[in-house]
């Protein structure tokens, strides 16, 4: 007991969180005063904004506003339950719920109240221990974490490449051959986003649908970057490639980006999406979402259904400033050229991460200095299965006129001069 | 005979906590229901299987007929079977503001609760008891509305970009000095969703070798936190300081499992009320115990901010400790606040670490304007800020309220958990009719209330649950308890015999241990 007693009076513990040094690159956000809407006040200075993902400019839009204003007068602000008890409002849920699956031609929306949870807990729901999951290198954080929750086996395979994803596909086939009972009960899913917010290309959708069917594994399809981009209607890379939506078991989304509200849905089968309203965790354990947002939602899927032209125009846009941010000494652009969200990257790193990131931050403050504001995408480098290397991220909204996409291209072009030269 | 804890002084006021024995007659009959359950559940399914009886599932599709089936079907045999027969009573329809009294679409099922219809008509005024509505603040009038209003007009609903890219607004960083303020610690930080500020933050303080030691009945969100962090879990007995204190000795003295090297750290998660049990945590024991064995205290206020305390700050104040004492407070603004998002704070290390090391910072959104503003607003009318009484009131009367509501269910007879100033007052149904039964006889009544049953409580111990709010005046709760008198009565539910277990003669076995495999 003696001893006991000393061991506990010896052990000391770690601090329970290391020290952060004052000028670590993240420690210090930009402010930003005001809505971060079309021209933005950052740390003091107005710019144009190129680093929201506000890609069709509905962040003060005043029909948006409007109709959330309304629906904050009827309900208040917050919904103070789950949807289970007392949450469930009829008239922004069920309608958004509604809205969202005709949309997309789908049987069944279900809504989370917030982005990042929506694939983080639909993955866990179907996707149990002993189930294979067949996951793209390049997918975002939210699926990661949504893997590690379903404490599935995990099997990566080489970004957009669908020799190395067969080859895996494969592979699993002869294992099944050894064990076919277990292989009768081993659930696989191929998870791959629509259009990847780390490198901004799409994926090979019609491809994987000839392999689900070959190999027999299902397809859940992240489109938080495509759902109001790609299609000409703006129902994301289904629509892009022509593909039968029903093809696709499962389709998560988040309204952060094009719909400029909080939160996401899941659309799909009824057969797929009702399992969710009981097993999924950011469901059944969270507050619904505010209604003022979901009616936001709404007013924002209806200008998107009444203004079909804005994807085309937005494309435009995307084209254009991809076409002059090529050929600048020392970044590279990396993304497709109808992605509304490139990156820039160093062509040459100078040895380390943290000397990249210093450098590629005076380039931004450049940019800042002068009226166009950037942000460096952000990681979690510790936890990042595969961490892309560092880059600037460049958003392209459906409000920026020409001159600002050509200013914002050949300030771009000056920083890199003075900056990297 | 009730038995209330001093312990040493720890305690200012007495800690009144209860939970009465499940009756042995209750107890059988509840597993003969569950077992006629299963067996008629078996039944369907086999004249379902034989399509004898249609089959109202969806299902698969054609071409997808060959895959490897997505749900097993013993998995859903609850869902079939047991939860679909008294479905209605939960995701029921609103159509109005959650406050003390709501109005809910009328639905009517023709085929046993597999589909709804609307009849098209409102029931009006029904009394709310089931939404987390404490202090009242769920309001569609008055000065927090028009606040959110302004904010919403300039600043838009959405914010487009995460914390540390392009997503940090003035209004946050308001809002934080302001959450500091109000829980007295040095810093704060505010994120988009309650259940992510778990889920999200716990994996950023603790990793690979070190300890968890989290509540029997800790919430999913602390859960799938601490899984997700890599760190080992433990369980301790709910609110018992032995099981905590052994726990805590044994993984000093012994170290990490198989290799022996001590822990880098010990964090215990605990909540100030739980939302099940209607308890709340035993404070000034875990805090005296973590001084004792040097390890970090993780307290999820969840429902306790704003609801405890004589000026609302929470379980921390109401026990009248030091709120310095706990190294990570964090809490939620959905219930209290009536808005919606989560915070955590603490000393400046800490946060100025989250700032930088949360997943929620990097990868998600930040919280939208106008719930910002809900969230100043209220929050500075609970402190008296805004130059009103208004808030101190609302405390008062919930507290009022919460020892009113509870005092008359206990002389009525109905078993009631929980601690005695707890605002969330359980009330057992046992039996698996009686669940739908009460839902559906307090709906007619026009009284709207929540009932839980597996797998949120054990499978015997389903319950009722009464969410008090500061809105309720003293008219609407004696209507509520008159009317629960009548349905206990019908439905025989005062199975109290006054024999209330003292608390510490409360069987205290071996802990089990839970670790989680590398």
Known sequence: ??????????????????????????????????????????????????????????????????????????????????????????????????????????????????????????????????????????????????????????????????????????????????????????????????????????????????????????????????????????????????????????????????????????????????????????????????????????????????????????????????????????????????????????EESCGSRENDVKLLKRVVDYCMNSGIALTQARYLEKEEKCLPPPSIRVVITVEQTEQELDKAASLIKEAAQSVLN | IHHIVHNGGLYKKPFNEAFEETPMLVAVLTYVGYGVLTLFGYLRDFLRQWKIEKCQNATEREEQKDFVPLYQDFENFYNRNLYMRIRDSWNRPICSVPGAKVDMMERVSHDYNWTFTYTGRVIKDIINMGSYNYLGFAQNTGACQEAAAKVLSQYGAGVCSTRQEMGNLDKHEELEKLIARFLGVESAMAYGMGFATNSMNIPALVGKGCLILSDELNHASLVLGARLSGATIRIFKHNNMQSLEKLLKDAIVHGQPRTRRPWKKILILVEGIYSMEGSIVRLPEVIALKKKYKSYLYLDEAHSIGALGPSGRGVVEYFGLNPEDVDVMMGTFTKSFGAAGGYIGGKKELIDYLRTYSHSAVYATSLSPPVVEQIITSMKCIMGEDGTTFGKECVQQLAENTRYFRRRLKEMGFIIYGNEDSPVVPLMLYMPAKIGAFGREMLKRNIGVVVVGFPATPIIESRARFCLSAAHTKEILDTALKEINEVGDLLQLKYSRHRLVPLLDRPFDETTYEETED
């Open chain 1, 1 to 346: 007991l003696q001893e006991k007693e000393e061991l506990i009076e010896e052990w000391q513990p770690e601090p329970l969180v290391p020290p952060v040094s004052k000028d670590h690159p993240a420690l210090n956000y930009n402010i930003v005063s005001g809505p971060p809407t079309h021209k933005i006040t950052v740390n003091g200075k107005e710019c144009i904004n190129f680093a929201s993902f506000n890609f069709l400019g509905l962040l003060d839009n005043e029909k948006v506003k409007n109709a959330a204003q309304a629906s904050l007068k009827k309900y208040g602000v917050g919904t103070c339950g789950p949807r289970g008890f007392y949450g469930t409002f009829v008239d922004v849920h069920l309608e958004l719920e509604e809205r969202l699956a005709k949309f997309m031609r789908t049987e069944e929306a279900i809504i989370y109240s917030y982005g990042f949870a929506t694939i983080a807990s639909a993955i866990p729901a179907y996707s149990k221990r002993g189930d294979i999951v067949f996951v793209d290198e390049a997918a975002c954080f939210a699926i990661q974490k949504g893997l590690q929750a379903s404490r599935s086996n995990i099997k990566l395979f080489k970004h957009n490449d669908m020799a190395d994803l067969e080859r895996l596909l494969k592979e699993q086939e002869t294992e099944d051959q050894k064990n076919p009972r277990k292989a009768r009960v081993t659930r696989r899913f191929i998870v791959v986003e629509g259009l990847y917010m780390n490198t901004g290309d799409v994926c090979p959708l019609p491809e994987l649908i000839k392999l689900k069917y070959k190999y027999k594994v299902r397809i859940f399809l992240e489109e938080s970057l495509s759902f109001g981009v790609l299609g000409e209607h703006g129902r994301g890379i289904t629509e892009h490639f022509r593909i039968n939506i029903d093809d696709i078991d499962l389709i998560s989304a988040n309204m952060e980006n094009s719909l400029a509200s909080i939160g996401g849905f899941c659309c799909g089968r009824s057969f797929v999406i009702d399992h969710q309203r009981l097993s999924g965790q950011g469901y059944c354990f969270s507050a619904s979402l505010p209604p003022l947002l979901a009616a936001a939602a709404i007013e924002a899927l209806n200008i998107m259904e009444d203004n079909p032209d804005i994807f085309q125009t937005l494309q435009g846009k995307c084209k254009r400033i991809h076409r002059a941010l090529q050929g600048i000494s020392g970044l590279k652009v990396v993304g497709e050229s109808f992605s509304p969200a490139l990156h820039l990257q160093l």
